[in-house]
């Protein structure tokens, strides 16, 4: 079998064009021009790419951007400051502080600091806790894109069998309340799984999140599952030139494709709808912030 290439970056296309309808509908139906602040702390070149990317989107589908760059040595009464100061802003209605932000700042307080209102990451406990309960709310925005590719492409998730590679608090845990509220068997590996091999073996949806190069291989995967790869890992890719590099997935790409029935590709898959989604929750807090109803097709 040769799998179905999930376009993830076409799909975000797409996803964008949606919400540039909402954003111009909230224009003339409210008067409301959605503001996202993006702040970034310190000088790490591919943070560097994701801000330019998420500044140039975010105009793009006609919101207000606001770029917040603080030197690497802000000491972290400032950037709490700041980002008080964004959140008595009432042309913001998102904030997302890029992380990680430099070792002597404490991400915890950072994301204390954020008003759950303009939280568009869902980093702060309340949105955590709304999430798992099913309330409206910004949704954790790279789970967030997984489930629309994964609806897209299954229909309904009831019933199958998801297996998700990681159970951090920014993609593995909340992609596992979305697939759980979607009516999936819901495993969760981690770094202390036993035979990892034979519990992806089991899964009709794989998600990988782990952060390591091609570590799950083509006979890991069983006949006709669904594959998102979520793993970012930039590569040494000295046949392009020196000093390039490439991205690659946590998934063996190749070999996977020859099983699976579908499959994200690195970069142009999981990757392309993050971003998308930042927009989309920022259209769902500009909504709740003025007592409307969040656009459906914008959430989960
Ligand atoms: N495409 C996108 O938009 C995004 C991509 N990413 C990428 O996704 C990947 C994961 O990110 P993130 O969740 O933040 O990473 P973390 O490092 O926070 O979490 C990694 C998870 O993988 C688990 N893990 C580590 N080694 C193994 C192993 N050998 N076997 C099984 N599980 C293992 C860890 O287990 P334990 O908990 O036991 O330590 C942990 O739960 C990264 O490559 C990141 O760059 C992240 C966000 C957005
Ligand atoms: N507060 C916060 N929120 C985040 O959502 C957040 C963060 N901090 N810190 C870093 C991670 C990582 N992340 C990505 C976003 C887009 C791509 C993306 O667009 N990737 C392209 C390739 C881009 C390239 O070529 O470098 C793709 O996969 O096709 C990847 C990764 C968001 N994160």
Known sequence: MTAKII?????????????????????????????????????????????????????????NSFKHELPADTPEADLLALVHQLNADPTVHGILVQMPVPKHIDPNNVIEAIDPAKDVDCFTPANVGKVQIGLPGPVSCTP???????????????????????????????????????????????????????????????????????????????????????????????????????????VDFAAASEVAAAITPVPGGVGPMTIACLLANTITTASLMNGLTPPVDLTA
Request: charged share 25%; hydrophobic share 40%; glycine share 10%.
């Open 144 to 250: 967030l894109g997984c489930l629309m590719l994964l609806r897209d492409e299954l229909g309904s998730l009831e019933g199958k069998h998801a297996v998700i590679i990681g159970r951090s608090n920014l993609v593995g845990k909340p992609m596992m309340q979305l697939l759980l509220r979607d009516n999936c068997t819901v495993t969760v590996a981690h770094s202390r799984t036993k035979n990892l091999d034979e519990v992806v073996r089991q899964a009709d949806i794989v998600v990988a999140a782990v952060g390591r190069p091609n570590m799950v291989k083509g006979d890991w995967i069983k006949p006709g599952a669904t594959i998102i790869d979520v793993g970012i890992n930039r590569m040494p890719a000295p046949e392009k030139g020196e000093g390039k590099t490439r991205l690659i997935g946590d």
């Open 7 to 63: 376009d993830g970056k076409r799909f975000a296309e797409d996803l964008r064009g949606r919400i540039a309808d909402h954003v111009s509908r909230l224009k003339s139906e409210h008067g409301i021009i959605p503001g996202l602040a993006v702040v970034i702390v310190g000088e790490d070149p591919a943070s560097q790419v994701y801000v330019s990317s998420k500044a140039k989107h975010t105009a793009a589908v006609g919101m």
